[in-house]
């Protein structure tokens, strides 16, 4: 972990807000899953973080990616990914998207029956399965609910999977992805046993992707076991889809203090709000908060952004030791979704990327107003 001096100089001599990443805990990280998920295959769900800085060091280091959209596609082969390294997933992928999977050779995930016949011909497909379960995490992020837009039916996978192998694709076998940042196992258990209650139905398959969804504090070691077993029902090998648990513990948000302000609350006003991280007012998600000076007694203080809206509070009760406008905070976790779903909402120019390993890399420059009207007429 950066310590309080490192992430103070880098505030310092980059600016704030600034998101700055540590390559240690990335590969950390993934020792972790390489060790827990010990035959799998990887694919970085890439809409977590997708700079191509650390794309290129897990594509280094033998990981391929998950891709949602043309612009993912695009950024796998730009750090030199193959067909074989490339997934193509989504409920609703457009013409550009097919065409160009299929121009990799990637491998799609069909998310409805319907697209067996929009796949271009000889196809690599997996079939996402929607195991119709409610799971522990906040309403937005569950995706393996019966109600949730993703996947097909139990019922239905093995028709798609024979239709897929009637239309002369490649049908390599099941996917399922129940939500993000989910804590308990038993969830994840939960889905992979309604999975193999399939087995009579489909038979044996090449693949089983179970996906991603874990929480930086799940019991992956759990997780991977059931996994295992439910692949093993079906003689299949394991692929998995890991985002958050790749790259949330290695990025922190550093924000600096403006000033203070009491109303019925009181608040430390921040120069980094909803724009720079909007897990907080979209999932109601908690970020460990860091002060990066220490001064007195500490009293408690809402975070708040610079945008004119209630819900720009990026932490509820911190706290914090008499705060001073130049005080630096470091919030936690903010490395998976937080660049990636940043926004030049207010004509606020994004924040720079900054990666420490052994020294710093910018390795993303921080917009202006210049580059954020540059497409407009
Ligand atoms: C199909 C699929 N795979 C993997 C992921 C990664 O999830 P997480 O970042 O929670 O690991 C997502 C996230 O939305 C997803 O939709």
Redesign the pocket.
């Known amino acids: 972990m950066l310590t309080d001096a490192q992430l103070l100089g880098a505030a310092q001599r980059f600016g704030t807000p600034l998101y700055v990443y540590d390559a240690a805990e990335l590969d950390a990280a993934l020792a972790r899953v390489r060790n827990a998920f010990a035959d799998a295959r990887v694919f970085y ?1 890439m ?2 973080n997708p700079n191509l800085t650390l794309l290129r060091r897990l594509r280094s280091a033998g990981v391929g990616f ?1 891709c ?1 959209s043309a612009g993912e596609l695009a950024r796998a082969v730009k750090v030199g990914a193959g067909g074989g390294e490339v997934l193509v ?1 989504g409920p609703a992928k457009s013409a550009e998207e097919y065409a160009e999977g299929a121009r990799l050779g990637a491998t799609f ?1 069909v998310d409805r029956a319907e697209e067996v016949q929009l796949l271009p011909p000889r196809s690599r497909a997996l079939v996402r399965v929607n195991p119709a379960l409610k799971v522990s995490t906040h309403d937005h992020l569950a ?1 393996g609910a019966a109600s949730s837009k993703f996947g097909v039916t139990l019922l239905e996978a093995p028709q798609v999977l024979e239709a897929l192998r009637n239309a002369g694709h490649q049908a390599l076998g099941l996917h399922v ?1 129940i ?3 989910i804590r308990d196992a038993g969830d994840f258990a939960a889905a992979f046993s309604r999975l193999t209650e399939l087995k009579e139905a489909v038979g044996p398959l090449e693949v089983l992707d179970v ?4 929480s930086l504090d799940a019991d992956l070691d759990g997780i991977a076991r059931q996994a295992r077993q439910a692949a093993a029902t079906f003689g299949a090998q394991l692929w998995v ?5 790749l790259v949330a513990g290695a990025g922190v948000l550093l924000t600096g203090v403006v000033g203070r302000k009491h109303t019925g609350r009181d608040f430390v006003l921040i120069d980094a709000g909803m724009s720079e991280l909007i897990r907080p007012m979209l999932y109601g998600a908690e970020h460990p908060v860091r002060a990066l000076w220490q001064r007195g007694e500490a009293a408690t203080y809402d975070l708040a952004g610079p945008a004119c809206e209630s819900g720009d509070v990026l932490a509820r009760d911190v706290p914090l030791p008499m705060p001073q406008p130049g005080d630096v905070l470091a919030l936690g976790e903010a490395g ?2 937080g660049a990636a779903m940043s926004s030049t909402y207010l004509t606020r120019p994004r924040p720079a990327e900054v990666l420490w390993d052994g020294d710093w890399q910018v390795i993303r420059r921080r917009e202006n107003a210049e580059t954020i009207w540059a497409a407009e007429l």
Do not use: I
């Open positions: 769900a809409k977590a998950e949602v997933n995930v995706t992805h939500g993000s940042a996906g991603g969804g874990w889809e890991p985002g958050r648990y998976a979704y």
